[in-house]
């Protein structure tokens, strides 16, 4: 039987902070590497042409048609994969980087110290892999919000242009109207 040994508090939070600085530097590299205004038109296009197609499948519209609206999606469904596959491109490298050569020469001294968690005994790696998750999941989370109140502000936006492109038009399609009835009646 072995004997538990707690990594040090020192070490502890060390693996935190470089745990906190993968997950910092990973959000860099997805917002400079993705496109995420792009990815949310495509996801927006993606939903509409899917309602599309569930209802020309409950209206048991022709195989034809479906076909046609499956072959529109997909190639959309396709750029979606490849931009969010991306960043992973050297997101995950860098993780087993990190997993695999740093920890592991840093925390050389305390390779069979353990942190319990739960119940459970991590080793400095299992214990960053845990931050890590806990800490993506929370961050992508936060992410997720923060991108959809973008989102929608840029709905509101385009619309209040919109709008705003609709009440400019109409004065001048007035006068428009107006120069050219007195023209005809000249």
Not at 162 to 169: G, W
Request: charged content about 25%.
């Amino acid at each position: 039987m072995f004997t538990i040994v707690p990594i040090p508090i020192k070490f502890q939070i060390l693996i935190v902070v470089i745990s906190i600085l993968y997950i910092a530097l990973t959000l860099f590299i997805q917002r400079k590497v993705s496109d995420t205004k792009k990815m949310r038109q495509i996801q927006n296009k993606i939903q509409e042409v899917s309602k599309e197609l569930n209802k020309l499948i409950k209206n048991k519209a022709p195989n034809q048609e479906i076909s046609k609206k499956q072959k529109e999606v997909m190639p959309l469904v396709t750029t979606s994969l490849k931009l969010q596959i991306k960043p992973m491109v050297i997101i995950f490298p860098l993780f087993m980087l990190i997993y695999y050569i740093l920890l592991p020469a840093v925390f050389k001294s305390i390779s069979t110290d353990t942190v319990t968690i739960f119940s459970y005994n991590l080793n400095y790696q299992s214990f960053f892999f845990a931050i890590v998750f806990v800490l993506g999941i929370i961050s992508s989370v936060i992410i997720l919000i923060y991108d959809k109140k973008l989102a929608k502000k840029e709905k509101l936006k385009e619309a209040a242009d919109k709008e705003a492109m609709d009440k400019t038009k109409s004065p001048d399609l007035d006068k428009k109207e107006i120069q050219t009835n007195k023209e005809t009646n000249n």
